[in-house]
């Protein structure tokens, strides 16, 4: 008698939707996920333009409007280290229409900062599209010429090797604090407001060292205005007199930028996996290929999970590292 009920009772819903010209929510919600996309789509880059991730967030932006037939635009909302651009990002509906450039930055803030919202379940993860090696470089003063020796100055000197970073709690700064660790060594750390500044200043013998990415660095060093030390990956045809740090002796060092794309949590997996598809599709192309060779960064193209694992394992590891080198937020 009850299941009699309940069935009569659905049918008057399904009656009475029906007659007024409605749709269920479950039908809505498939109609925009067969209709999608149907409208603008933007890409929030939390960071200022004509950074690395800046650069990439306009071409992925520029191949998607081809490939989804809608315009994809990019809104740069810089500041506190890219936390602003991605609260604003997941604050956005899930919907698809909202997607936001991550950065190491974005592992970084998580692990040292009080944010305004959760790093890993308030983001839909869609894939980690790229990333680039840091290399660690140091200015012609230095009386030493390759990793190993340096290490064995900066026991006999500790704390006081300078090197610089783009800021407190950076990508570069909480890598050299983790290289510096896993090499048994202390150095002394300058904060600047920026990697140009650091960068001129190690060229200049202000400081002696920094890590950096490789797109920005080759140059330097191939002009002999540097020296490059080690690199964080293998080696790289435009510096092949450059080794890893596995070659180096700290095989341990693992620490990269990357740039991955996700949304607001909720996107629905639909999209989701139709957005994973189609900027795998853009990283096997010839021309994106060749980009990213140029800039000296690697295709990823991850699944969501992988993303979101990445994610979990950069926070906790910069977690650690702060806890070791008692660094305080600015």
Same mark, same amino acid.
């Given at each position: 008698? +009850?299941?009699?009920?309940?069935?009569?009772?659905?049918?008057?819903?399904?009656?009475?939707?029906?007659?007024?010209?409605?749709?269920?929510?479950?039908?809505?919600?498939?109609?925009?996920?067969?209709?999608?996309?149907?409208?603008?789509?933007?890409?929030?880059?939390?960071?200022? $333009?004509?950074?690395?991730?800046?650069?990439?967030?306009?071409?992925?932006?520029?191949?998607?409007?081809?490939?989804?037939?809608?315009?994809? @635009?990019?809104?740069?909302?810089?500041? $506190?280290?890219?936390?602003?651009?991605? %609260?604003?990002?997941?604050?956005?509906? +899930?919907?698809?229409?909202?997607?936001?450039?991550?950065?190491?930055? /974005?592992?970084?803030?998580?692990?040292?900062?009080?944010?305004?919202?959760?790093?890993?379940?308030?983001?839909?993860?869609?894939?980690?599209?790229? =990333?680039?090696?840091?290399? &660690?470089?140091?200015? %012609?003063? #230095?009386?030493?010429?390759?990793?190993?020796? &340096?290490?064995?100055?900066?026991? =006999?000197?500790?704390?006081?090797?300078?090197?610089?970073?783009?800021?407190? !709690?950076?990508?570069? %700064? #909480?890598?050299?604090? /983790? &290289?510096?660790?896993?090499?048994?060594?202390?150095?002394?750390?300058?904060?600047?407001?920026?990697?140009?500044?650091?960068?001129?200043?190690?060229? !200049?013998?202000?400081?002696?060292?920094?890590?950096?990415? @490789?797109?920005?660095?080759?140059?330097?060093?191939?002009?002999?205005?540097?020296?490059?030390?080690?690199?964080?990956?293998?080696?790289?045809?435009?510096?092949?007199?450059?080794?890893?740090?596995?070659?180096?002796? @700290?095989?341990?060092?693992?620490?990269?930028?990357? %740039?991955?794309?996700?949304?607001?949590?909720?996107?629905?997996?639909?999209?989701?996996?139709?957005?994973?598809?189609?900027?795998?599709?853009?990283?096997?192309?010839?021309?994106?290929?060749?980009?990213?060779?140029?800039?000296?960064?690697?295709? @990823?193209?991850?699944?969501?999970?992988? #993303?979101?694992?990445?994610?979990? /394992?950069?926070? $906790?590891?910069?977690?650690?590292?702060?806890?070791? +080198?008692?660094?305080? +937020?600015?």
């Amino acid at each position: 008698m +009850a299941s009699t009920r309940r069935r009569f009772i659905a049918s008057l819903g399904a009656i009475s939707l029906g007659g007024l010209g409605l749709q269920s929510p479950t039908v809505l919600a498939q109609g925009a996920i067969s209709d999608y996309p149907n409208r603008p789509i933007k890409i929030i880059v939390p960071l200022a $333009a004509g950074g690395g991730g800046d650069r990439t967030a306009r071409r992925i932006a520029m191949m998607l409007t081809d490939r989804l037939g809608v315009p994809v @635009v990019v809104e740069n909302r810089p500041g $506190a280290g890219g936390s602003i651009g991605t %609260h604003a990002a997941i604050k956005a509906p +899930a919907d698809g229409y909202t997607l936001v450039m991550l950065s190491s930055s /974005h592992t970084c803030n998580a692990a040292l900062r009080e944010l305004p919202f959760d790093s890993i379940n308030d983001i839909e993860p869609i894939t980690l599209f790229k =990333r680039e090696s840091l290399i &660690l470089i140091g200015n %012609h003063d #230095l009386p030493v010429k390759n990793f190993g020796d &340096l290490v064995q100055w900066a026991k =006999r000197e500790p704390g006081k090797i300078s090197y610089g970073s783009s800021g407190v !709690g950076g990508i570069t %700064h #909480l890598s050299m604090e /983790h &290289l510096a660790d896993l090499a048994g060594i202390k150095l002394n750390h300058i904060a600047y407001k920026g990697t140009g500044a650091a960068l001129q200043d190690t060229i !200049g013998g202000t400081i002696k060292l920094m890590l950096s990415s @490789v797109a920005i660095v080759v140059p330097v060093v191939q002009e002999n205005r540097a020296i490059g030390l080690a690199i964080a990956d293998d080696r790289i045809p435009a510096l092949p007199d450059v080794p890893n740090f596995k070659e180096a002796g @700290v095989p341990d060092f693992k620490s990269d930028l990357w %740039h991955a794309v996700a949304g607001p949590k909720g996107i629905p997996a639909e999209i989701v996996a139709r957005l994973n598809t189609e900027l795998k599709a853009i990283l096997a192309l010839p021309q994106m290929k060749a980009d990213l060779a140029q800039e000296g960064s690697q295709p @990823v193209g991850s699944s969501p999970q992988q #993303l979101l694992e990445a994610i979990r /394992h950069d926070i $906790a590891q910069w977690k650690e590292t702060i806890r070791k +080198a008692n660094i305080k +937020a600015s």
